[in-house]
């Protein structure tokens, strides 16, 4: 007689997560890796070196406690870096393999005149290279980010080139709407505490205090001039202004405390329908990119730091080996991780934060529409089900019309499908 076997339910929640994630062994070739993108590695050392910069400088920026401080995602503010650096190296190798693949040379005169234009804006060579200094950085890796940015305008100028959005779609888009028929441009004076904002702000009565605050020499606030901008501009809704010369009320905004004030409009048609140009390009060229990242073949490695992967692998291993199985009953969460935590070798907070992140992932991955595909193990995916009629339990004789819903749904792989038959 067959021994039964019940592989515990939650245990197939935990591959969820993994959207791009095709594989859980890396090739000899690809130790050193994070993720491969169309072939092409992106480095740990690469990695680890532009993470280390940018902690460097938003602990300047924001001071020594910023990093640890949570996001509004729930995670730490280095945690939220991290994935989008992350996240942001993955597109900059996709635009690479584009680029390769249209035979675009990257040569060093776009990085050159991204790096004059930086010299420009600082003042001159010496101050910018004052800059890399207090952010301790090299001209090596300072050469690497800049590469960077010139493979992000090379792209987004091949697109400009190539693509075949006519100026009429364009108007067509700025006659329907009326948002885009006014730019705004503001001053904010930044505070580090809400006292320190509030005591500002019993001083300021109207827009010619404001004034005089930007023009004072000694305080104990930063400021922010911006560009012209929409309506939908973070900062402006978070200030909840709309009208020239009236002072917003403080507002918290990425952990400082904010005083806003609108200066300008801009409400010239041509240079409106300019803004909007920009704009429209730009949105499509970011849904031309994304659409570029879905059909790469991605593959992520994530290090014991990140440990979602190492523990995916753990688990398939385990139901390879006929060593993760359950004999009878159901696990709590509890003891889930306990198991998890014993068979990983991680600590039971790093095994809850794993099970955590894989349930949110999943959920962000189907109710965008996606299928999460693990070969062998199964497929995670939304259904569509059609309204129809149905009996109600209580009345049988009475029909009850059920709505259209959506289902998310499971289906197991061969490999899983064998392992629990055997």
């Known amino acids: 007689m067959k021994k039964i076997k019940k592989i515990i339910i939650s245990l197939l929640s935990l591959s969820l997560c993994l959207v791009y994630f095709t594989s859980c062994k890396k090739n000899n070739t690809d130790k050193n890796a994070i993720a491969l993108v169309g072939g092409e590695a992106i480095e740990k050392e690469v990695f680890d070196k532009e993470l280390e910069f940018y902690l460097t400088f938003y602990t300047k920026k924001y001071g020594d406690t910023y990093l640890e401080e949570k996001s509004s995602k729930g995670k730490t503010n280095k945690e939220v870096l991290r994935d989008d650096l992350l996240d942001s190296m993955i597109k900059d190798q996709v635009m690479l393999n584009d680029l390769a693949k249209k035979k675009i040379e990257i040569d060093d005169n776009t990085a050159n005149k991204i790096r004059s234009d930086m010299e420009k804006e600082l003042g001159d060579k010496n101050s910018l290279k004052a800059n890399m200094k207090s952010l301790n950085i090299n001209e090596g890796d300072f050469s690497d980010v800049i590469f960077n940015d010139s493979i992000r305008k090379i792209h987004y100028d091949y697109f400009l080139t190539h693509n075949k959005i006519k100026d009429s779609e364009i108007l067509e888009y700025y006659k329907a709407n009326e948002d885009l028929h006014k730019l705004y441009k503001y001053n904010v004076l930044v505070f580090d505490n809400k006292d320190g904002a509030e005591k500002a702000k019993s001083n300021i009565k109207n827009q010619l205090d404001f004034r005089e605050a930007l023009k004072n020499p000694v305080r104990n606030y930063e400021i922010i001039n911006s560009d012209f901008v ?133 959920e962000e991955a189907l109710v965008a529409g996606d299928k999460v595909q693990l070969v062998g193990f199964g497929t995670f995916e939304v259904r569509d089900r059609k309204a129809r009629e149905g009996r109600n339990p209580r009345k049988p004789e009475e029909v009850i019309q059920i709505p259209a819903s959506k289902a998310p749904v499971f289906k197991a792989g061969k490999t899983l499908k064998e392992a629990v038959n055997k």
């Not at 403080?250 to 041509?270: A, C, D, G, R, V």
């Not at 992967?309 to 688990?315: E, K, R, V």
């Open 230 to 362: 929409y309506k939908d501009d973070p900062m402006l809704v978070e200030s909840k202004m709309s009208e020239k010369d009236k002072v917003s009320d403080i507002f918290e905004y990425n952990n400082k405390y904010m005083i806003l004030m609108i200066n300008s409009y801009n409400e010239n048609e041509n240079e409106l329908l300019m803004h909007t140009k920009d704009k429209y390009l730009r949105d499509a060229y970011n849904q031309y990119l994304n659409k570029l990242v879905k059909s790469s073949k991605i593959k992520v490695f994530i290090w014991k730091g990140l440990i979602l992967l190492n523990l995916l692998c753990i688990i398939i291993l385990r139901v390879k080996q006929n060593t993760c199985w359950f004999i009878g009953g159901n696990m709590n969460k509890s003891e889930l991780l306990n198991s998890i935590s014993e068979k990983s070798g991680l600590k039971k907070v790093e095994s809850e934060k794993a099970l955590n992140a894989f349930l949110e992932t999943v």
